[in-house]
């Protein structure tokens, strides 16, 4: 019972971006004796030791940040560092919200689908498409049909030769139990029809 209110004590403070403050060392965090020092303004100010480069940052009343570490010698900035942190979350922020996400759709047929209601699969495979999306084509067996294994491949080519340039198969169909599955997304290098 001592342990438990030990480690929950009221004073203790948790950051939210800790994991940010563990990558990037700052101040006395900086292990490293030598420092090539750019300023507020972005001029460098030249390879100074670590103690040097401290000092100009406690006289500006600045903090000094290590922006890349694995440099030679390694690259110190003077910032202030609540407001690069504030600037770097919401940049990651935004390119996160502006990242498009795909999602992959999947389209079910037998082996003996009828050409007409294979044309309608594939009009919804085409809205897909344009959308954006990828797309998982499961072509299934039936009892049977698992013998005749090469007109499922040969429905599965005329699936693909009917797209022609406007897809690329981003995985070839693959035989996996008694579904030949094939995953396709639209080609941004295609010719349009109007052009």
């Known amino acids: 019972m001592a342990n438990l209110l030990q480690c929950c004590k009221p004073n203790t403070k948790v950051k939210e971006n800790d994991n940010i403050d ?7 965090r900086i292990r490293a004796p030598r420092l090539r020092v750019i300023d507020q303004n972005g001029q ?16 500006q009343d600045l903090d000094l940040v290590e922006i890349s ?8 900035k003077i910032i202030d560092w609540g407001k690069f942190n504030y600037q770097r979350t919401k940049q990651l922020q935004k390119s996160k919200r502006n990242a498009k996400s795909m999602e992959v759709k999947q389209i079910r047929f037998g082996l003996k689908i009828s050409d007409h209601d294979l044309g309608v699969k594939l009009k919804k495979v085409t809205s897909f498409l344009e959308a954006g999306n990828k797309v998982k084509i499961t072509i299934f067996f039936r009892g049977r049909e698992l013998a005749h294994k090469d007109i499922g491949f040969t429905l599965a080519d005329k699936v693909i030769a009917g797209f022609g ?10 035989l996996s139990g008694k579904q030949l599955n094939f995953v396709i997304r639209s080609n941004p290098h295609a010719k349009t029809k109007d052009a």
Request: charged fraction near 25%.
């Open 69 to 76: 570490p694995n440099a030679e010698p390694p690259v110190a």
């Open 165 to 174: 340039d406007v897809i690329v198969v981003d995985q070839q169909p693959q």
């Open 44 to 59: 460098q100010l030249g390879v100074l030791s670590r103690n040097e480069a401290l000092d100009m940052a406690r006289e």
């Open 22 to 28: 563990k990558q990037t060392r700052l101040n006395e």
